[in-house]
């Protein structure tokens, strides 16, 4: 059984990659599970299980393999028993409207007929704790080495890729070089671009997106370390996987090995990428944009680093998850 793709906007906003019966059945099941909602009021009043209360939002940062990622949830969510649903924003703005923060967070924290969830899509981080939320969502990311996610987007929109190869794409046409466009001063590849996995992390406040903003770096760490379940990067992506898997089994059980199959996993790559020249990478790394952008993906490897040796043992060149390594004891009262 396939699990249901919904899509969180106005119902004539839905992405190139539904097709239109994709979208009519999307809408229809929508209308169905809303419908039941409402008639069943007698089961709102039980509480769910605690292993079945479970959102995860994985608020994707473009060109960071995440399609990779979110496709080995969708493989998993009919055998795992959760549901995968896409959050499809408008022209892909990062940045919702006070008004669909407030109708985000309420769907998503009152949806019983979707939890155990998956949520995805590329938006900003948001705060549930601000809208009055007691259980909020656990949210994961991966991000990527600055200058290498911004040359697979600017091929990305000229070429598209694999996954998609019939798609037009934005940018199509346009044969210059990422090292061209560099040495040009073209907008595409200008250090103002490498500004978004920073503003990902660092949320819906204004200065977030005020490119270069010291604010909006720290805040984008002190979300990292208190805010987020686990961040991994795009280098090491099957070790991200293996972590969520032993963390989190209710959703990821038999994701490492599905990852490492290779069925599924690799089937979104850039086409015709090339790798920048030493000169073009030179002249980025000038920038403080770029100073930025890379403090913070050396934060974020640092941090996960430190989590998957604190997880993990090393065995003939493999990694193996560490069983549970503590336990209790000095229990009182004694029981009889």
Known sequence: EDCLLVHLCNVNDFPPSVNLSERAIARHEVREIEQRHSLDGTRQDIPLDEDEDILIIYNRV????STSFTNIAYDLCAKNKYHVLHINTTKNNPVMSLQDQMRFVRNVSSWREMKPGFYHGHISYLDFAKFGVKKKPIYINVIRDPIERLVSYYYFLRFGDDYRPGLRRRKQGDKKTFDECVAAGGSDCAPEKLWLQIPFFCGHSSECWNVGSRWALDQAKYNLINEYFLVGVTEELEDFIMLLEAALP????????????????????????????????AKLQQSDIWKMENEFYEFALEQFQFVRAHAVREKDGELYILSQNFFYEKIYPKSN
Do not use: C
């Open 62 to 65: 473009p060109k960071t393999a």
């Open 250 to 281: 209710r959703f990821f059980r038999g994701a490492t090995e599905l990852y490492r199959s290779g069925k599924k996993s690799h089937l979104r790559k850039t086409t015709e990428k090339k790798a920048p020249s030493k000169e073009t990478t």
